[in-house]
């Protein structure tokens, strides 16, 4: 069994999804971006959530099969986030369940492993984390300093995409795939550096988006890092649920 279980969920949790007008027309990144904002409900909208809790499972690949289990995501404005997944073993000869669990309270983060220990968050993945703002960075990408890049529109499963390389102060950047007649997000890649596997391409492509509270969120997210792949299903998104502050501190 692979060793190394997907450490960042960072991109995950809080950023479940993210618009020209006619495809000959060259649109700014500042068009896009609101056209997305439109999209997914409005500014105003969004502005009114200010938490939410996902649940539902995940599916791990690894070399002797797919592992799964149950899978909870909170996250609380303007930047904090907990993710927590419990693998079942048993499947591939293992000893049991093994809980991984993922937390940023605003300033730092900690990957917790119940069978590889417990590791601070670092490098890429911490910077990843302070600059993911809920319930979209999009929300201020100018006033967290996010330099955007419109590149050549791409074909994403077969549907024309706009493309928008987004480009913190500090931190990894971010490619971010805009579906073209939706303005939904529909992939996201960006390199990371991480302690556990080096460097890798991080692919997410979110999907299935409903609404909830007059806000669209995707409930189906596959992702990919390295060779290992993670598919999460939601059954149940919820916002401006009471989250404790201490939910978001290692014990």
């Known amino acids: 069994m692979r060793k190394h279980f997907l450490p960042v969920f960072c991109s995950l949790l809080l950023v479940p999804a993210l618009t020209g007008v006619a495809y ?6 500042d068009q896009i971006v609101e056209k997305h904002l439109t999209a997914l409900g409005g500014r105003e909208a969004l502005g009114k959530i200010t938490s939410r809790r996902a649940t539902g499972t995940v599916s791990v690949s690894t070399p002797m099969g797919p592992l799964g289990g149950p899978l909870e995501m909170v996250a609380k404005a303007p930047n904090k986030m907990r993710a927590d997944i419990r693998i079942d073993l048993t499947a591939v000869g293992g000893p049991g369940e093994m809980v991984i669990s993922e937390l940023f ?25 302070r600059n993911n703002f809920f319930p979209s960075p999009l929300l201020k990408y100018k006033e967290l300093g996010m330099t955007p890049a419109v590149e050549s529109t791409q074909q994403i499963n077969g549907k024309t995409a706009h493309v928008i390389l987004f480009t913190p102060k500090t931190g990894p950047a971010e490619r971010m795939f805009f579906d073209a007649e939706s303005f939904m997000i529909v992939r996201m890649t960006s390199t990371l550096t991480l302690p556990q ?23 189906a997210l596959a992702q990919t890092a390295g060779e290992q792949s993670v598919t999460m299903m939601f059954t149940k998104i919820e916002h401006n649920v009471a989250l404790d502050d201490s939910r978001f501190v290692k014990k």
């Open 197 to 219: 596997m080096g460097t890798i391409e991080q692919v997410s492509e979110p999907s299935d988006y409903r609404e909830v509270d007059g806000v669209k969120v995707a409930f």
């Open 105 to 129: 309270d605003g300033t730092d983060g900690w990957s917790m492993n119940s069978m590889q220990g417990d590791n601070p968050m670092s490098g890429d993945q911490l910077a990843g984390a």
């Open 24 to 29: 000959g027309q060259a649109l700014t990144a």
